[in-house]
């Protein structure tokens, strides 16, 4: 199985900082099955990104995703109140499909 | 509007039986993969296995392989996630999400089915 391991575990930001998520893999992904999803306490994951780079409809122009291989990040330009939830990154590429462990944005 | 609801909340006992559903809406039902997800309480995401209901495809994750099981009933938009004999480790939230194709992102999601098995 790809195992995904995503850091820092926790990120302690004031809203209008930047955050810089990081999701290794233990062996290549194809950079199109990559995809970072949101979930906020009590709700489903929303998707964001998906291929790496592309924002999902609806999602604000502060949040972009980068990355190749088996390193990907997921960067929020400007933290708005909104967004301290908890980010995971998925591969889709090979069976079976593994999401990592998470990043919790949390407020500062 | 795109829309994915699952069936309500489940309490039961070890070794009980259990189906829980999501009804699609807002498209053609057939047209996505339905994939199913658990998250255990206060964990992460774990993708369980996909399924296409065009023609009940399923493929399961080897962690969930044997303990669960897909299946659908296309005429009314349908997906069904079942056990037949639960385990107090089956204990969390269910999401069934769909994507347009076998290996692409999970579009949308539906709210969630907590299941608590206990003696």
């Known amino acids: 199985d790809i195992v995904l391991t995503q850091s820092p575990g926790t990120l302690s930001l004031s809203p209008g900082e930047r955050a810089t998520l990081s999701c290794r893999a233990s062996q290549r992904v194809t950079s199109r099955y990559l995809a970072w999803y949101q979930q906020k306490p009590g709700q489903a994951p929303r998707l964001l990104i998906y291929g790496v780079s592309s924002r999902a409809t609806g999602i604000p122009d502060r949040f972009s995703g980068s990355g190749s291989w088996a390193d990907f990040t997921l960067t929020i330009s400007r933290v708005e109140p909104e967004d301290f939830a908890v980010y995971y990154c998925q591969q889709c590429g090979t069976s079976p499909w593994t999401f990592g462990q998470g990043t919790r944005v949390e407020v500062k | 509007e795109v829309q994915l609801v699952q069936s309500g909340a489940e309490v039961k006992k070890p070794g009980e039986s259990l189906r829980i559903s999501c009804k699609g809406s807002?498209?053609?039902?057939?047209?996505?993969?339905i994939s199913w997800v658990r998250q255990m309480p206060g964990k992460g995401l774990e993708w369980m296995g996909r399924f296409d209901p065009s023609d009940s495809y399923s493929e399961y994750s080897p962690s969930f392989q044997g303990h669960v099981t897909f299946s659908t009933d296309k005429s009314i938009s349908t997906a069904y996630l079942q056990w037949s004999s639960l385990k107090a480790s089956d204990t969390a939230m269910y999401y069934c999400?769909?994507?347009?194709?076998?290996?692409?992102?999970?579009?949308?999601w539906g709210q969630g089915t907590p299941v608590t098995v206990s003696s």
């Open positions: 807002g498209y053609r039902f057939s047209s996505y993969w």
């Open positions: 999400a769909r994507h347009p194709d076998p290996n692409t992102q999970f579009e949308d």
